[in-house]
């Protein structure tokens, strides 16, 4: 069978007078007739009783009625589908992101994007920026976002810059309170917490921003006594809250409200930490258009 006869079917099951749905169809009576028996045989079962007086459904061609009407419905779609899809209002988008992300750049950017197109079925996953850089290459996800690191990403993948913080120190608020740690104006201040037990991430996670902390402590000529790493930012917080140490975050890190932590900015300079979009530079797909128009201009780019 094809679409054609499932619409001959449609307009007689409709109009239940194979004259009217000929002329609806703008065809003549026989070649109507000889189409709905070619599909009855087809079937192997009649579709309608036909007097002449009276033209009717067969108990198996009402409930057949159920499955074909929405069927080509479907069908008659496809075509609006297809320029929606072109236009990038409909389809899929797969982002992934660094835990720090989702306390500075990532929400509004989907609340943007979802307004803007709540057709199209995100999915989100967080994830270190290694896993994105490996994602986007493997095809896994569409964007990811991530911080670059310092040896540069795969040629096949194109990165955008989006936010540019420096690093606070979180810190255990009972530390602030015994005065363990020197403070002014709400800043840490000399280099006393530079000894204080740190917490971190594993290197390969992130080199980037695990370099950036190391180097500052290098260049105030001091090794980190690394307490304990942890790969999710939540967990480092949490271990914070818990006293076991200090540890250095995005500046956004301290929308992550939690007892026992306190975000103290450095008073001196803080190292400054990039977060940006990536994909992969030979997608052109609408949809990934669509959220790097949006991440830029969110960027002012």
Known sequence: MDLRQLNHFLAVAEELHFGRAAERLGMTQPPLSQSIMALERELGSPLFTRTKRQVALTPFGAQWLEHVRPA???????????????????????????????????????????????????TLAEATSDVQVEALAEGRIDAGLLIPPASGLPAAIDYRPLLREPLVAAVPQVWVEEERLATARGKLVGEGWLDQPLLLFPRHVSPTFHDLVLDHYRAKGRQPLIRQRAIQMQTIISLVSAGMGIALVPASLRNLARTGVRYLPLADAAPILETGLAWRRADDTPTLRALMGIALDMAGR
């Open 72 to 122: 080509v419905g479907a069908i008659g779609e496809l075509p609006a589908m297809a320029q929606r899809l072109r236009e990038g209002t409909a389809g899929r988008l797969a982002l992934s992101f660094v835990s720090s992300a989702d306390y500075s750049i990532l929400p509004e950017l989907v609340r943007r994007y979802a307004t803007a197109f709540p057709d199209v079925e995100m």
